[in-house]
Every structure is written in structure tokens, then in C-alpha cells.
């Protein structure tokens, strides 16, 4: 119930390409789903969120994509550059255990020049 | 200089050994959290605290054990080392309970 599965693994796309990464839940209590991106040596940080009382949310070129029937969500990033290369989390928080926050087990991203 | 501090960056030390990890943060939030990064495995969390007097385990707290401090203080620490504990670890902080964790840049830890 409290599992956040996030996929592919890892991705290869090309530059100006489109980047998709899913992840799916199954605890309906949660009301926030953030992902968050790192880079080699640094922590992971937040990179864009959204609340399941909508189903999209844009910022630049990263969109989430939420479905809340399905219980899943996506991360586009639109016109991938090198510079986005990274491994990228999904997660999830809220409910009776709004102060845990459940991660996926990431995905890397490669953006070829 | 960073929200989230942690220390050492880098440790290498030998089974059997006593470790800490100190996590300090300048944000003024009242929770703390002690994550494991593994490979394919994500963020796992070992411990979380609300505020001075109150430790929590997470899913995978056998084998360490933490101390708050302050506000602005969390320390992990492993109590005897072992190989299997190779891994990164990062401290966070949060304000709302639903909301957005911000992160230290990570301790890589090798025990051999």
C-alpha cells in the first residue's frame, strides 16, 4: 500500500527529444506527489509537484501528468538537453502518513548530444 | 553556504567501527529525516524526527541509531559498521507535513 513504483530505469533520448518517466501508487490517501531531480554528489531536489485535485501541471519545459482514476503520474520533459541528464525520483506523501514520504527507485536520464 | 549541511562528504572506514553522521540546517524546520540511497533502490528512510524530543524509526533503522540535538541538529550514527551499510546517505528537512523535503548534498559512506 505504501509502495511507489517508478519506470523505465533508466532512459536514453535525444537531444530536443521528449522525455517520459510513470510512476504508479497505491495508497489513495496520498495528496502530494512531487519529483525531484539529482545530480552526480548533490542531493536530490525538488524539481516540480502537484496535488490530485488537478490533472496537470506545467513549468517550463517539465509537465506532471496526473491521473487519479489510474493511480499513476508522469513527468514529461519537453525539448531534453544534456544539461538534463540526471536521475530523476518520483514520490509520494500524505494521508495518515503525511510526514513519510514514499520514493521511487528512480530513473537515470541521458541526453545525447 | 547550503540549507542543509551534512558531514563528512566522504567516509571510508573498517568493519566493526563507530560512525556518525551530523546533519545541520539553517531553514528553521522542525523536521528531520536520515534517508539510504542505494542503487535501484531509491531513498529509503532510516529515521525521522518531528522536534527535539521526538525519534521515529523508519523502514530501515536496525542497525543505527540517531540523536537530535536542536532544531538545527540530527546525527545518524552506525554503532558497529558493516559492509552491507556501504551506501549514500542524506539528511533532509521539511516544513508541512505534505510537502516538499530539501536535501543535503549527501555523505558516501564505505565500510570495508
Known amino acids: 500500500q505504501q509502495q511507489v513504483k517508478q519506470s523505465p530505469q533508466s532512459l536514453i533520448v535525444q537531444k530536443g527529444g521528449i522525455s517520459i518517466i510513470n510512476c504508479a501508487y497505491e495508497?489513495?490517501?496520498?495528496?502530494?506527489f512531487p519529483w525531484y531531480q539529482q545530480f552526480p554528489g548533490k542531493g536530490p531536489a525538488l524539481l516540480i509537484a502537484?496535488?490530485?485535485?488537478?490533472s496537470e501541471k506545467k513549468e517550463g519545459r517539465f509537465t506532471i501528468s496526473f491521473n487519479k482514476s489510474a493511480k499513476q503520474f508522469s513527468l514529461h520533459i519537453m525539448d531534453s538537453q544534456p544539461g538534463d541528464s540526471a536521475t530523476y525520483f518520483c514520490?509520494?506523501?500524505?494521508?495518515?502518513?503525511?510526514?513519510?514520504?514514499?520514493f521511487g527507485a528512480g530513473t537515470r536520464l541521458f541526453v545525447k548530444a | 553556504d547550503a540549507d542543509v549541511t551534512q558531514t563528512p562528504r566522504n567516509r571510508i572506514t573498517k568493519t566493526g567501527k563507530r560512525i556518525m553522521l551530523e546533519c545541520s540546517q539553517t531553514?528553521?524546520?522542525?523536521?528531520m529525516y536520515w534517508y539510504r540511497q542505494d542503487p535501484g533502490l531509491g531513498l529509503r528512510l532510516i529515521y525521522y524526527?518531528?522536534?527535539?524530543?521526538?525519534?521515529n524509526k523508519g523502514e530501515i533503522s536496525d542497525g543505527y541509531s540517531v540523536s537530535r540535538q536542536a532544531q538545527a541538529k540530527f546525527s545518524l550514527s552506525l554503532e558497529s559498521a558493516i559492509p552491507n551499510q556501504t551506501a549514500l546517505y542524506f539528511c533532509?528537512?521539511?516544513?508541512?507535513?505534505?510537502?516538499?523535503?530539501?536535501f543535503g548534498d549527501g555523505t558516501r559512506l564505505s565500510i570495508l
Open positions: 533532509a528537512t521539511s516544513d508541512p507535513p505534505s510537502g516538499p523535503q530539501h
Open positions: 502537484i496535488r490530485p485535485d488537478v
Open positions: 514520490a509520494a506523501s500524505g494521508g495518515t502518513g503525511g510526514f513519510k514520504t514514499i
Open positions: 524526527s518531528f522536534d527535539v524530543k521526538d525519534i
Open positions: 531553514k528553521g524546520h522542525d523536521r
Open positions: 495508497n489513495t490517501a496520498f495528496d502530494y
